[in-house]
């Protein structure tokens, strides 16, 4: 069975950093291209990040670009997400999602309990 | 970048009663393998998403044969059969065909009458 955990959110100021972890078991992680996908208060999905099996590929939303870096440790079946220069805008429920063993196309089809990342002052 | 948009974005259903949900797509979702790379998750209140429906009509395990999904190119539906009251939340599709970036639907939020 695919786990997903996630951990590293918590109250960060306007401008902070902050690095949220997600520890996968259940699966061949080196496999799989791994998400981040956020949601806000109240509101829909968005997707932020993908890196590939092996790390050497990572693509990134707009939104994002620039200040978060998403990367992998496949020997601790980790994944990471450090985010910088945090907006409140950024404030949702961060998800680690499993995609396919390729990026593109994509799917996603097993998703962490998430955690929350609140950017306030 | 595709833009998904589904209808409605509030559904109101009797038990027993069978719903539908509309996605539609800037772009045809056909990818170059020939395959449609269209997903849909249903988000239950206070859950994670979990996906439902893969490549456009390939349920996954463990989902009830009564959700079904449907559509080619740029149009597509998830159907449910006859609502029970566990099927309450907030339902996604989303397209795998152009990637990055992934893009979802707005969500479609389905509520017992």
């Known amino acids: 069975e695919v786990q997903l955990l996630e951990s590293g959110g918590g109250l960060v100021q306007p401008g902070g950093s902050l690095r949220l972890s997600c520890a996968a078991s259940?699966?061949?992680?080196?496999?799989?291209?791994m998400n981040w996908v956020r949601q806000a208060p109240g509101k829909g999905l968005e997707w932020v990040s993908v890196?590939?099996?092996?790390?050497?590929?990572?693509y990134y939303a707009d939104s994002v670009k620039g200040r978060f870096t998403i990367s992998r440790d496949n020997s601790k079946n980790t994944l990471y997400l450090q985010m910088n220069s945090l907006r409140a805008d950024d404030t949702a429920v961060y998800y680690c999602?499993?995609?396919?063993?390729?990026?593109?196309?994509?799917?996603?089809?097993?998703w962490g309990q998430g955690t929350l990342v609140t950017v306030s002052s | 970048d595709v833009v998904m948009t589904q209808s409605p974005l509030s559904l109101p259903v009797t038990l027993g009663q069978p719903a539908s949900i509309s996605c539609s797509s800037s772009?045809?979702?056909?990818?170059?393998?020939?395959?449609?790379?269209l997903n849909w998750f249903q988000q239950r209140p206070g859950q994670s998403p979990r996906r439902l429906i893969y490549?456009?009509?390939n349920r996954d395990s463990g989902v009830p044969d009564r959700f079904s999904g449907s559509g080619s190119g740029t149009d597509f539906t998830l159907k449910i059969s006859r609502v029970e009251a566990e099927d309450v939340g907030v339902y996604y599709c989303?397209?795998?065909?152009?990637?990055?970036?992934?893009?979802f639907g707005q969500g479609t939020k389905l509520e017992i009458k």
């Open positions: 890196i590939s099996g092996s790390g050497r590929t990572t």
């Open positions: 989303m397209q795998g065909t152009y990637w990055p970036p992934n893009t």
């Open positions: 490549k456009v009509s």
């Open positions: 772009q045809s979702l056909v990818y170059s393998d020939g395959n449609t790379y």
């Open positions: 999602a499993k995609g396919d063993i390729v990026i593109v196309p994509a799917t996603i089809d097993s």
């Open positions: 259940g699966f061949t992680f080196s496999n799989y291209a």
